[in-house]
């Protein structure tokens, strides 16, 4: 073992392994800084490639469709086709969940930047011109662009879904105290670096080979069978990496590599669709935004009695998978917190606007803002430190039932939170602020220590399984394939170390490769932070079946009990003789033992029946904080965030770099969510800021200096996930939260006892509107 | 043109002359790289220069010694790029060996998706490249153009920070600086000093060598689009996908781009990019030198010119109601005949300025501040780095025993135009900056001065009351408040260890 403890592992912390719970770096590190790392539009176009550019109504988000004249586009020099909905030979949908993804509109537009059709040619250029020259003539109608247009016209998309637990209105109505607020929770854009993409090469038996930028290979592979109207047998789809998915390339990347497999199909020429970043950000969904209308009854010392709260979500034109996203924010509607009794309703609007869709965290961040806020308003009113508040109303260390009637057996967020209350320095700096505060007369600062429990597993209980494919060659090397794609989460390293651990031998060996529905079939996206945990377990009972048809052999050979077969450092050991781990693989396939298995894993305990609201949706929970610190310009409303301590819990880190990444990355990205990033759609349903030029997410000089990140020590998770890992791809951003209650905070010190009316994201002008309230008050 | 002139550009790749010629006038670089040279490393993140992912760096002769600056390739056309030297990120490695930059990326853990990393790589090999001592301001600064969407940066600075400033002499120690004298000479091979012009007379790429071929030429066409830095002429080519037929680069004409300084102000040609101009205006103020730094991105910043900037006449352009409240004036050449104005009278209205066809801005003069006098200036956007403004203020007052003699006050973003606040200039006229109560009358005349219009980046009241507030913050200052009092960033006094 390494002499040197790892510092990012305490004492108590299950030991390093030989390769996993390492610290190594990102599979394709190498590869990327070289610029040597292909993504779709990298990839040596086979000769004959055509483009294809996507056209929509310009001028309309809703109406029927009257008339499209198409006639310029094809004149135009260099296109071959344009495809409508009437070319499409099967369903016209691509909808991941119950339908009304039209691929392309047929009869009305929906919402504004609909593909109406698109347009094949020899060059992008080419494309892309000519997909301007449409006319589209729609009978416009005034669309409902907001969540108050949809509750005015009581549209949906599902029905409305609720939690109940105890007997809120009772418990509400008897509580010493109420305090109620409606709060306002932004949208916000994916922004992966590489625009969704798409290349689609037709094959024999007009078989396709689609080479997607997608979370989901499975639902390309299924739509673009369907769409084309030929098995799911006759597609392929694959993907080597994203660059960046976070969500957004979950459902969202299907409608483009169908678009182009249509293109393929119908000119019998590979065919790539890559959406220009505009075309990208106006036609594909986002994070849901929310309004959050909320009443809390506590016992006047601010135990929470009793909870109320309503989710009204804007879902856009379509289902999408807003079913899951919402019954998220409503699965987190409690987060650390014990309520005795709620109440807890979720609505999912339908609007004349592009499909809000999955976004890092699944709607469990809209379900924690709201928590937050609520507990600030608690402690505002009662003038005493949010932080006592939130550890006043924190389940208890075993054994709190929640809104959903799970059990909470793993909770340690008391340790947690206590532990980076102490090493923030917390109490001190609260000191510190007020001080500061009381005679600063332009700046105020606040501080803010925010929880996060989150629960781990697809709430949509099939999802929850995952198949790997490893084959150990004749020399020796190993090729590891499973269902889980790499969207830069690290999730390849690190089933390659579970791979390289099982086997013992070092990562160099384990060859990576290009996710693709042709070795592993029917596989779930790669989403809800279950990437390492359904894949590492695949792949490590893929494994154990080789490595014990191995050892049998080996056993043979070295004359030893099965059970004194070792497999580490690349030999394979019994008694006193070794084999290096290539031998001993010649020796199997000379003896013929299959060297090459499947593995297949399914997440246990998960119970939950959606419709009876009854049984375990999670597996297990994730843990963090986070506190922050913020100064606010009272007189602009501009923000810098001062210093960050985050403490979070990875379980046994399965390698702490990338979890570290995760962590930072994420955090980063929540708190772009709730402080630049701002999306607005104007009165006609068009989204304004459809480009990074007007859309702003974080860059480098918004990170504060001080930025600490720690993992916590927590022995390990406690129920039996690869080497006692826990996922990691989605807490984090909910972590900063304690960023906007700390602006919270500093507004709060300009009139104590009032909870101030901001709203998220809290860019200069929502932090202006806030201090103009308070000061009015 | 009467001079021969060359039909061809040609630039520095991995040691060899490349030449182009037949492109289309608006081709751009990325296209040129990514399709025709098939070097994919080089990634398309945005296609309008916010992101950085399709970084590289370009050399060029800066008083006999390679200086390499970013770019942002989406927006940068090809043409413009002759004479340079053009490193991707495929030309670090050396003989299979990361570059320092690369090598400390990896064990930093400083990629994750890996697609903004090209350009990161880039941007950080031209702060290796620069050979100063480097903090942490430094490569945030540096940064400001490179988007990533995955790490949260910090891995990417630590990692910047190691392979930038881990030499105790500061000195690139890479296979670039090793043939550094080898580049020069080559580059000043390219510098033949022939006018660029490839196509046809009704279409075509030019760069003029000199100002007057420039002025002859543009005085012919004045149909042509001048082009200085086309950060933002890069857009109509790849965002409008408008045909542009004819492109006069004013890059390459010889002096277009001299900064010089005297005792009473700075005169900036008109070619003098955000970068080369940035020390020259700094030293008005300090606060110039904020402003400066915001502009952009370091990309935006090594093409983007001061005189582009003002001659696009853009209503939220960053620089003009800094240089208005300065009092700069402006001139203006066609063919051989000049012209001068103040520059706030250059801005007619929305999208229109004074500015006739084949005339073109040639240089701006930015008196020096008296020493009565006292600036201040400030940026409202969304997001501190790389952010259009929502709204620019600047501010010189004149002032005699405390109380205000002159005040000179424009705004951007709060018209169709930069723009002068009249009333507010009036009203500030012999109020005390001692006595805050005098400030008043202003505060509110700056109500009557503009009316603002709602957008995607403020509403209209937003930026009305925060005109006021930005007045009554430079009063406050200059009453003597500390700006450690009065902001969360860009102090005027001392180092800001969180930014610049």
Same mark, same amino acid.
């Not at chain 1, 040596?44 to 000769?47: C, F, L, S």
């Not at chain 2, 969407?149 to 949260?152: A, F, K, S, V």
């Given at each position: 073992m390494n002499a040197l403890p790892d510092p990012t592992s305490a004492p108590s912390e299950p030991e390093p392994l030989a390769v996993a719970r390492r610290s190594a770096p990102h599979d394709s590190a190498v590869k990327q800084v070289q610029g040597a790392a292909q993504y779709i539009d990298d990839i =040596?176009?086979?000769?004959g490639t055509l483009h294809v550019a996507p056209g929509y109504? =310009?001028?309309?988000? =809703?109406?029927?469709?009257l008339d499209v004249d198409l006639s310029a586009v094809r004149a135009y020099p260099g296109v071959v086709a344009v495809l409508t909905a009437a070319d499409i030979p099967g369903t016209n949908d691509c909808s991941p969940s119950i339908g009304g993804d039209p691929v392309l509109a047929t009869g009305e537009i929906l919402f504004h930047g609909q593909v109406v059709y698109a347009v094949v040619a020899e060059t992008r250029e080419a494309a892309r011109k000519a997909a301007r020259l449409g006319r589209v003539d729609v009978a416009a109608e005034p669309p409902a662009v907001d969540v108050e247009a949809a509750i005015a016209r009581n549209s949906t998309v599902l029905p409305d879904y609720t939690f109940v637990k105890g007997d809120p209105a009772a418990a509400i109505d008897a509580a010493p105290v109420r305090l109620s607020g409606t709060i306002r929770v932004g949208g916000q854009e994916h922004f992966y670096l590489e625009g969704q993409a798409a290349l689609a090469v037709p094959m024999e038996d007009g078989d396709l080979l689609v080479l997607t930028s997608t979370q989901h290979p499975t639902e390309v592979q299924h739509m673009v069978a369907k769409v084309l109207a030929i098995p799911d047998a006759a597609v392929v789809a694959e993907c080597r990496r994203m660059g960046g998915g976070f969500g957004g390339k979950e459902s969202q990347a299907t409608q483009w590599a169908v678009i182009a497999a249509l293109a393929a199909r119908m000119t019998g020429k590979p065919a790539k669709l890559r959406l220009d970043r505009d075309d990208d950000m106006i036609m594909t969904g986002k994070r849901h935004d929310m309004r959050v209308d909320w009443m809390v009854a506590h016992d006047g010392n601010g135990r929470i009695l009793g909870v109320d709260v309503a989710f009204l979500a804007r879902c856009g034109y379509s289902a999408d998978l807003s079913l899951g996203v919402i019954d998220r924010t409503m699965f987190h509607a409690d987060n650390a917190y014990d309520y005795p009794a709620a109440h807890i309703l979720s609505r999912r609007l339908k609007t004349d606007t592009v499909t809000n869709t999955a976004f890092r965290g699944f709607g469990g961040p809209q379900g924690i803002v709201f928590t937050e806020r609520m507990i600030d308003a608690l402690a505002i009113t009662l003038g005493r430190d949010a932080l006592d508040l939130r550890k006043q109303n924190f389940y208890p260390r075993s054994g709190g039932t929640t809104p959903y009637g799970m059990t909470v057996t793993d909770n340690i967020i008391h340790e947690l939170v206590d532990e980076l209350e102490r090493s923030s320095d917390y109490r001190a700096r609260r000191r510190a602020i007020s001080a500061f505060n009381a005679t600063s007369r332009v700046l105020k600062k606040g501080l803010a220590l925010t929880p996060l429990k989150f629960g781990i597993s697809f709430t949509l209980a099939h999802l929850n399984q995952a198949g790997a494919l490893v084959h150990v060659y004749a020399d020796g090397s190993i090729m590891v394939n499973h269902g889980g794609t790499e969207m830069g989460q690290g999730l390849y390293i690190k089933v390659a170390q579970v791979v390289a651990e099982e086997f013992g031998v070092t990562l160099d060996q384990v060859k990576i490769t290009a996710t693709t529905t042709a070795k592993v079939p029917n596989t779930s996206p790669?989403?809800?932070?279950s990437g390492s945990d359904l894949n590492g377990m695949a792949a490590k009972v893929a494994v154990d079946k080789i490595r014990g048809r191995m050892a049998e052999v080996a056993a043979g050979i070295f004359g030893v009990p099965l059970d004194e077969v070792r497999f580490a450092d690349g030999r394979v050991f019994g008694g006193n003789q070794s084999l290096a781990f290539g031998e001993l693989a010649k020796k199997c396939y000379l003896a013929r033992v299959a060297l090459s298995d499947t593995g297949y894993y399914a997440t246990p305990g998960i119970t939950w029946n959606r419709d009876t609201k009854t049984g375990n949706p999670f597996y297990y929970f994730a843990y963090g904080a986070a506190c922050a610190e913020v100064t606010v310009d009272t007189l602009t409303g501009e923000m810098r965030v001062d210093r960050i301590d985050i403490l979070h819990d990875c379980g046994a880190s399965l390698n702490p770099a990338i979890d570290i990444g995760q962590i930072e990355g994420g955090f980063v990205q929540g708190m772009g969510w709730l402080t630049t990033e701002e999306l607005v759609f104007d009165a006609e349903g068009r989204l304004r800021t459809h480009a990074p030029s007007t859309y702003k997410i974080p860059t480098a000089s918004d990170v504060p200096a001080d930025f600490r990140v720690k993992l916590f020590s927590s022995g390990g998770n406690r129920v039996d996930t690869i080497y006692r890992s826990k996922a990691v791809g989605e807490p984090p951003l909910m972590l900063a939260v304690s960023v906007f209650s700390a602006v919270t905070d500093a507004l709060t010190s300009l009139k104590p006892g009032v909870v101030p009316p901001l709203d998220a994201p809290a860019t200069p002008e929502a932090i202006m509107r806030a201090v103009k309230a308070m000061k009015g008050k | 043109m009467s001079e021969p002139s060359r039909a061809s550009i040609r630039y520095l790749s991995s040691g060899r002359i490349v030449e182009a010629t037949g492109f289309a006038p608006t081709a751009t670089l990325l296209d040129h790289l990514r399709l025709t040279r098939g070097l994919t490393g080089t990634k398309e993140g945005c296609g309008e220069g916010d992101c950085g992912a399709c970084t590289v760096a370009l050399g060029r002769l800066v008083d006999g010694r390679v200086v390499y600056r970013p770019v942002n390739a989406c927006i940068q056309l090809l043409g413009q790029v002759d004479g340079a030297e053009v490193v991707t990120v495929e030309d670090l490695s050396d003989g299979g060996e990361l570059h320092p930059v690369q090598a400390a990326m990896v064990a930093h853990h400083g990629s994750q998706c890996g697609f903004c990393t090209p350009g990161i790589v880039m941007s950080l090999f031209t702060l290796y490249e620069a050979g100063e001592p480097v903090g942490r301001n430094d490569v945030l600064s540096q940064l400001s153009g490179n988007l990533c969407?995955? &790490?949260?940066y910090r891995p990417i600075v630590d990692a910047a920070l190691e392979a930038c400033d881990s030499r105790p002499d500061h000195k690139p120690a890479d296979a670039f600086a090793a043939r550094a004298a080898e580049t020069a000479a080559r580059l000043a091979e390219l510098d033949d000093g022939q006018d660029v012009f490839v196509g046809s007379p009704d279409r075509f790429f030019a760069a003029p060598a000199s100002i007057d071929a420039l002025a002859s030429l543009y005085a012919t066409h004045p149909d042509a689009t001048l082009v200085a830095g086309a950060t933002d002429v890069g857009l109509w080519v &790849?965002?409008? %996908?408008?045909? %542009?037929?004819k492109i006069i680069h004013v890059g390459r004409a010889a002096g277009f781009n001299t900064v010089s300084i005297d005792d009473a102000g700075v005169t900036l040609g008109s070619g003098a990019t955000f970068a080369e101009s940035r020390a020259a205006v700094a030293a008005i103020d300090p606060d110039l030198d904020e402003i400066w730094r915001r502009i952009g991105s370091e990309q935006v910043r090594a093409s983007g010119t001061v005189g582009g900037n003002i001659a696009n006449g853009s209503p939220i352009g960053d620089s003009p109601p800094a240089l208005i409240a300065l009092g700069a004036t402006l001139t203006l050449r066609r063919g051989t005949t000049t012209r001068s104005l103040p520059l706030e009278e250059y801005f007619l209205a929305y999208g229109k300025q004074d500015r006739r066809p084949g005339?073109?801005?040639?240089s701006v003069r930015v008196p020096k501040l008296k020493s009565d006098q006292l600036f201040r200036a400030y940026k409202i956007a969304k997001r501190y780095d790389q952010d259009i403004s929502a709204i620019m203020a600047a501010f010189r007052l004149t002032v005699d025993t405390g109380f205000i003699r002159e005040a000179r006050i424009a705004f951007g973003g709060m018209a169709a135009t930069p723009k002068r606040a009249a009333a507010a200039e009036k009203a500030l006229v012999g109020a005390s900056l001692d006595d805050s109560s005098s400030w008043t009358l202003a505060i509110e005349a700056l109500a009557r001065d503009y009316a603002p219009i709602d957008d995607m980046r403020a509403s209209a009241a937003y930026r009305r009351d925060t005109a006021q507030a930005l007045l009554e913050k430079a009063l406050i200052e200059l009453a003597g408040e500390t700006t450690r009092a009065t902001r969360v960033a860009g102090f005027r006094e001392g180092t800001d260890e969180r930014v610049a």
């Open positions: =040596r176009e086979p000769a109504a =310009r001028s309309a988000a =809703r109406g029927k469709i790669t989403a809800a932070s | 969407r995955c &790490t949260g &790849t965002k409008q %996908l408008k045909d %542009l037929p005339e073109f801005v040639a």
